[in-house]
């Protein structure tokens, strides 16, 4: 059997190709230059032909006994929103078993038919919550958010929300500055919180640029510079709240929120990839001292510095012993076992 970690995407007619590919872009491509940690399959409750929704089938060679070896499950989508019985005992004995499962869209409902998400929060396709919420009243739905993960069961929004969850569990798998890499061969970016909104509200009547990509790749490079809402909108060239209105409507967040976010991410990477001091890797990204870079982790995280570079740090997947206590100590961390809702972040 691999040693990579198994990922099984559950396939079923009419299958959404795009969710599909979404699980298979993450998890199953081999890029040049990164090392591959994925075992990437799909299965189906009828091997053979599955139809899909645009038009073609692609076959699918294995069954639901291909759960059985699963590390991760993911339903990419479930067009028909009812599973029938034998796919509903294998994803509970997946679970049972221990493995994470992860639903796409509206394989939500899957997950909640099988009572995974029963008295916890989850999402789905904001066109689907209020279906989800009536036909599953002990699921908290939470239709404005990206995805949410639970550690153990995940679930996301539609279309490119999957993405983002995907690259979520790789960061949580292998550390933030390998799911960057990962993210950047796929021209994407790097890291969305799940607590985003799902779609963008009514722009404004006000004349604003039509993206802030040009002012978010300034700020990226600035982030260890003192960066107020009111640097981002002077040189955006437009006022504060007319700079808070488009951050809302492309991004789904506040322009301090956005900030702090890069400044974790980048203090996670110099975890990760550098042995500089709590103090350095602050002053770096901006968060002014090790105290301060501290408690924006804990806020953020629910962990310290120091146990995340003992979880994450390059040196200990090199090192066979090393790397056996950090999969043990990631494994008991509530960095995993939280609420990917509760990540929305402070302001700047």
């Given at each position: 059997m691999?040693?990579?970690?198994?990922?099984?995407?559950?396939?079923?007619?009419?299958?959404?190709?795009?969710?599909?590919?979404?699980?298979?872009?993450?998890?199953?491509?081999?890029?040049?230059g990164?090392?591959?940690?994925?075992?990437?399959?799909?299965?189906?409750?009828?091997?053979?032909?599955?139809?899909?929704l645009a038009?073609y089938?692609?076959?699918?060679?294995?069954?639901?006994?291909?759960?059985e070896?699963?590390?991760?499950?993911?339903?990419?989508?479930?067009?028909?929103?009812?599973?029938?019985?034998?796919?509903?005992?294998?994803?509970?004995?997946?679970?049972?078993?221990?493995?994470?499962?992860?639903?796409?869209?509206?394989?939500a409902?899957?997950?909640?038919?099988?009572?995974?998400?029963?008295?916890?929060r989850?999402?789905?396709?904001?066109?689907?919550?209020?279906?989800?919420?009536?036909?599953?009243?002990?699921?908290?739905?939470?239709?404005?958010?990206?995805?949410?993960?639970?550690?153990d069961?995940?679930?996301?929004?539609?279309?490119?929300?999957?993405?983002?969850?995907?690259?979520?569990?790789?960061?949580?798998?292998?550390?933030?500055?390998?799911?960057?890499?990962?993210?950047?061969?796929?021209?994407?970016?790097?890291?969305?919180?799940?607590?985003?909104?799902?779609?963008?509200?009514?722009?404004?009547?006000?004349r604003?640029?039509?993206?802030l990509?040009?002012?978010?790749?300034?700020?990226?490079?600035?982030?260890?510079?003192?960066?107020?809402v009111?640097?981002?909108?002077?040189?955006a060239?437009?006022?504060?709240?007319?700079?808070?209105?488009?951050?809302?409507?492309?991004l789904?967040?506040?322009?301090?929120?956005w900030?702090?976010?890069?400044?974790?991410?980048?203090?996670?990477?110099?975890?990760?990839?550098?042995?500089?001091?709590?103090?350095?890797?602050?002053a770096r990204?901006?968060?002014?001292?090790a105290?301060?870079?501290?408690?924006?982790?804990?806020?953020?995280?629910?962990?310290?510095?120091?146990?995340?570079?003992?979880?994450?740090?390059?040196?200990?997947?090199?090192?066979p012993?090393?790397?056996?206590?950090a999969?043990?100590?990631?494994?008991?961390?509530?960095?995993?076992?939280?609420?990917?809702?509760s990540?929305?972040?402070?302001?700047?």
């Amino acid at each position: 059997m691999s040693s990579e970690h198994r990922v099984v995407a559950l396939a079923s007619p009419p299958l959404a190709t795009f969710e599909l590919s979404c699980a298979a872009e993450v998890f199953a491509t081999v890029r040049p230059g990164l090392a591959r940690h994925y075992d990437f399959r799909v299965c189906a409750e009828t091997p053979g032909p599955v139809p899909t929704l645009a038009g073609y089938s692609i076959t699918v060679t294995e069954g639901l006994t291909a759960l059985e070896s699963a590390d991760t499950v993911v339903i990419p989508g479930w067009q028909t929103r009812t599973a029938p019985a034998a796919v509903l005992s294998a994803l509970r004995r997946a679970y049972t078993r221990g493995a994470r499962i992860a639903a796409i869209c509206s394989g939500a409902f899957v997950l909640a038919q099988a009572g995974l998400l029963d008295g916890r929060r989850a999402t789905t396709h904001w066109r689907l919550t209020a279906e989800l919420a009536e036909r599953f009243p002990a699921v908290t739905v939470d239709s404005d958010v990206l995805y949410v993960d639970h550690g153990d069961v995940a679930t996301s929004a539609g279309t490119s929300a999957g993405i983002d969850l995907c690259l979520h569990l790789v960061r949580a798998d292998h550390g933030a500055a390998y799911a960057a890499k990962v993210a950047r061969h796929m021209v994407m970016p790097p890291h969305r919180e799940g607590g985003q909104l799902q779609y963008a509200i009514a722009p404004s009547r006000a004349r604003v640029p039509d993206s802030l990509a040009p002012l978010l790749g300034w700020a990226a490079e600035r982030l260890g510079e003192p960066l107020t809402v009111d640097d981002l909108a002077a040189r955006a060239g437009v006022s504060a709240r007319t700079l808070a209105r488009m951050f809302a409507a492309q991004l789904g967040t506040s322009p301090g929120q956005w900030v702090l976010a890069q400044r974790i991410a980048g203090a996670r990477a110099l975890l990760e990839e550098t042995d500089l001091s709590v103090d350095a890797i602050a002053a770096r990204v901006g968060l002014s001292s090790a105290t301060n870079l501290r408690r924006r982790f804990h806020d953020v995280l629910r962990t310290t510095p120091a146990a995340y570079r003992r979880a994450f740090h390059l040196r200990a997947r090199t090192n066979p012993l090393t790397a056996a206590a950090a999969n043990e100590m990631r494994a008991s961390s509530p960095i995993f076992r939280r609420d990917g809702v509760s990540l929305r972040m402070g302001a700047l």
